[in-house]
């Protein structure tokens, strides 16, 4: 049994070294939980947006509000990121991220008028990137396949929740945003296999721990993200035309 072609994951640690950056200097500007605080350094607020300012649907996603928020989404970044670099590879990955995050700002820009921030976007579309993997080589992977998507759809539940419970905060147009942004990249992003001639090459030696296996010789993923630069075209597309119309209705 020959394990599947992954790569080490780097953006995952990088992503955490960034967001604990701002985090710092916002605390030392007045601290994460002032409005006024959350403003400057890029929060999601729909009435900015629409008087232009676009990068706030980037921004957003890269702060939090409050510590435990910031932790929350930290331990989670830790413990999802990792698989999903490793097996998506660190181009794709990061694409994943970064669109995710701003197709689940945008959607909370579109029908809701308040202030959020936070990676839980970008978590969320990861989350959904992840369940399609496993759905799409889910008669490989079988028993594996099986047990990953079951913990998904547990916590995608307790998250959705948590979400509609009173007094919760959470911003939940975000979050489908992103989870949906990132299950429609990850149908495109998956990785393909075919069984290689050489296994020369093919197999990375460094191996995260708990990694998926196939029993169908070696393989060599044939899916790139150049090779789908129609995709994120169409999708960078579809999220300027929401945000054109939504600057339109006002």
């Not at 435990?68 to 990955?93: D, V």
């Not at 921030?117 to 099986?146: I, K, P």
């Not at 979400?163 to 949906?180: A, E, K, T």
């Not at 030696?205 to 150049?226: C, F, Q, Y």
């Amino acid at each position: 049994m020959r394990r599947i072609p992954t790569d080490t994951p780097l953006w995952t640690y990088v992503l955490l070294a960034i967001n604990l950056l701002i985090f710092i200097l916002m605390e030392a500007s007045g601290g994460t939980l002032r409005a006024s605080t959350l403003v400057r350094f890029g929060a999601n607020y729909a009435p900015l947006v629409a008087n232009g300012e676009v990068f706030r649907l980037v921004t957003a996603n890269f702060i939090h509000i409050g510590v435990m928020h910031f932790l929350l989404n930290a331990l989670s970044l830790y413990n999802i990121g990792p698989l999903t670099e490793s097996l998506f590879g660190k181009p794709r990955f990061i694409m994943l991220y970064l669109l995710s995050g701003i197709s689940g700002a945008t959607l909370s820009y579109f029908l809701t008028h308040g202030l959020s921030a936070g990676a839980s976007t970008a978590l969320a579309g990861m989350t959904g990137a992840l369940f399609v993997y496993f759905f799409r080589h889910r008669n490989e992977m079988r028993d594996v396949a099986r047990q990953y998507m079951i913990r998904i759809l547990m916590i995608v539940a307790i998250n959705v929740a948590y979400g509609l419970s009173p007094g919760s905060g959470v911003d939940n147009w975000g979050h489908l945003g992103g989870l949906l942004g990132g299950a429609a990249l990850g149908w495109f992003f998956c990785p393909r296999y075919e069984v290689s001639q050489h296994a020369f090459g093919v197999v990375n030696p460094r191996k995260p721990r708990h990694e998926p296996e196939l029993d169908n010789g070696s393989l060599m993923d044939t899916n790139t993200i150049a090779g789908n630069w129609l995709t994120v075209l169409i999708f960078v597309a579809v999220i300027a035309a929401l945000v054109f119309l939504r600057g339109r209705i006002g």
